[in-house]
């Protein structure tokens, strides 16, 4: 069984789609997939599909769901030469709840995670061509938000937002990696439209920062500082973190002539560019001339 979730919802047996049309059993596929090869007690089921008020019927309906995905499953299997296994085989009931098995098939976001994982551990070894190239290869397999097709209820949410900040903490560290490779012009337009669409976000907006300073602009990038500082000062009554400050003062001070190609990571006259959210112990040193 294959599973995509980087996206709209794909689960495929024997390359034929078991995804049905109507939405509650779309969701609970989407939630078995979440949690692909583990069990989902019923009570997780319960509250995706009708929060915290069931109806009475719940129990039975859920299983009314369960039995349309077996259904679509038996398809998909008849298409398969010697099959052995049956529908409640993959999508078996055990004590408590269900668990959607996929005998070693392929799974989009644990993919991600394995490459993001050795990604990360690159960037920990100053390995920066290659993070860059494995994070590149983790937030390729994105094909948009994730799950965009899917109603979700509390359950499915939750897991969607851990998704989408994970994958922030990768792209940071995709961009941080190529800052250190002196790529700074060629993540100009990336982050012209990132820092628009994460008006909040400190470590875009930092890096947006350098990328600018390093290409030669030092005024727009004291004018990324100064639209961000407006933002969060009128939305959240906050200033920008101490990290971004002295960036922009290192900005501020730089002499108009430093060089803006980016320094060896040995160097000792820094300023901080700072950590996406959830990238605790990678926080990163670049030079700002």
């Known amino acids: 069984m294959d599973i995509e979730v980087l996206g709209a919802l794909s689960v495929r047996e024997n390359g034929v789609s078991i995804v049905p049309t109507a939405p509650k059993p779309r969701q609970v596929l989407a939630l ?3 949690q692909a090869d583990q069990v989902v007690p019923v009570t997780s089921l319960v509250e995706e599909l009708w929060g915290s008020r069931p109806p009475r019927s719940a129990r039975t309906t859920l299983q009314t ?3 349309q995905l077996r259904e679509l499953l038996a398809e998909a299997l008849a298409q398969g030469e ?8 993959i999508l078996a009931t055990v004590p408590g709840g269900y668990r959607l098995d ?13 490459q993001a994982g050795a990604g990360y551990r690159a960037m920990d070894a100053e390995d920066y061509p290659g993070a860059a190239r494995r994070l590149a290869e983790a937030l390729s ?5 994730a799950l965009t097709d899917i109603q979700a209820g509390s359950r499915i949410d939750m897991e969607v937002k851990r998704l989408e900040e994970a994958r922030l903490c990768v792209l940071d560290q995709r961009i941080e990696a190529d ?13 012209t439209v990132l820092v628009n669409q994460y ?25 990324v500082y100064q639209r961000l500082r407006t933002t969060l000062v009128s939305e959240l009554g906050l200033e920008p973190s101490a990290a971004l400050s002295r960036l922009q003062r290192s900005i501020l001070v730089a002499r108009p002539d430093a060089p803006t190609t980016p320094a060896p990571a ?17 926080r990163l040193v670049a030079r700002t001339n």
């Not at 010697?82 to 085989?89: F, I, T």
């Open 141 to 145: 397999l994105w094909a948009g938000p």
């Open 82 to 89: 010697n099959e052995r296994c049956s529908p409640k085989d």
């Open 65 to 67: 769901y369960v039995l």
């Open 102 to 114: 996929t005998r070693s098939g392929s799974i989009d976001f644990r993919e991600f995670e394995r």
């Open 32 to 34: 078995l997939a979440l």
């Open 199 to 223: 008006r909040m976000h400190e470590s875009l907006h930092g890096q947006f920062m350098l990328a600018l300073h390093r290409s030669g602009r030092r005024g727009e990038a004291l004018d």
């Open 266 to 282: 040995t160097a000792t006259a820094t300023a901080t560019t700072p950590a996406s959210p959830g990238a605790t112990g990678r």
């Open 179 to 191: 800052l250190r490779l002196g790529r700074h012009r060629e993540l100009l337009p990336e982050l």
